[in-house]
T-cell receptor, first 117, second 113 residues
Framework: DTGVSQNPRHKITKRGQNVTFRCDPI?????LYWYRQTLGQGPEFLTY????????KSRLLSDRFSAERPKGSFSTLEIQRTEQGDSAMYLC???????????????FGPGTRLTVL | AQSVSQHNHHVILSEAASLELGCNYS??????LFWYVQYPGQHLQLLLK??????LVKGIKGFEAEFIKSKFSFNLRKPSVQWSDTAEYFC???????????FGKGTHLIIQP
């Protein structure tokens, strides 16, 4: 399978714990995006990377949220001191460089469903 | 900041009926427009996209959408739906090509056999 993969697929944690999710993009894609989706809503953009550079992070929901992409390949999204309101589906997407055409067609992974008890 | 409005949150149709799902966006400049679909148990996948050129775009599985700039709309259509079209449909927009997408709340479409 050469699509975007995310791990774990499900995470249950207790309030106050830290969690980390991983996203592996399609191999030739240099752009990687994180979204959050809550019930009854469309995905909400959080942050994105071009290679290892984080080009937009003002949309991260609070300073408890952080993301990294240290080698320009996989990325991690960490939530510190989780709260019940963080329960949601966390989606990752990737896309080709814009100059390659098909501007910003983003390919989505299956998501990580987080439940905070 | 841009926003996307999808007018119908739940739509129920019979097989062979025609479909039109509304999508309006708010942004005065050049936008890129998308429709994504999420079938039950599957991840989001792209149905069609508009960047420039012919405002009538055709996507996969017989879907099409028309960009009407004066109305800030990008409605999705299909002349004859099938039971397998049952899914959640999301309209999305972005500005400048590289940034994240702004999604609407989605339309849950149920096709009755």
């Amino acid at each position: 399978d050469t699509g975007v993969s995310q791990n774990p697929r499900h995470k249950i944690t207790k309030r106050g714990q830290n969690v980390t999710f991983r996203c592996d993009p399609i191999s030739e894609h240099n752009r990687l995006y994180w979204y959050r989706q809550t019930l009854g809503q469309g995905p909400e953009f959080l942050t994105y990377f071009q290679n290892e550079a984080q080009l937009e992070k003002s949309r991260l929901l609070s300073d408890r949220f952080s993301a990294e992409r240290p080698k320009g390949s996989f990325s991690t999204l960490e939530i510190q001191r989780t709260e019940q309101g963080d329960s949601a589906m966390y989606l990752c997407a990737s896309s080709l460089p814009i100059l390659a055409g098909d501007r910003n067609e983003q390919f989505f992974g299956p998501g990580t469903r987080l439940t905070v008890l | 900041a841009q926003s996307v409005s999808q007018h119908n949150h739940h739509v129920i149709l019979s097989e062979a009926a025609s479909l039109e799902l509304g999508c309006n966006y708010s942004y005065g400049g050049t936008v890129n427009l998308f429709w994504y679909v999420q079938y039950p148990g599957q991840h989001l996948q792209l149905l069609l996209k508009y960047f420039s050129g012919d405002p009538l775009v055709k996507g996969i599985k017989g879907f099409e959408a028309e960009f009407i700039k004066s109305k800030f709309s990008f409605n999705l259509r299909k002349p004859s739906v099938q039971w397998s079209d049952t899914a959640e449909y999301f309209c999305a927009v972005n500005v400048g090509g590289a940034d994240g997408l702004t999604f609407g709340k989605g339309t849950h479409l149920i096709i009755q056999p």
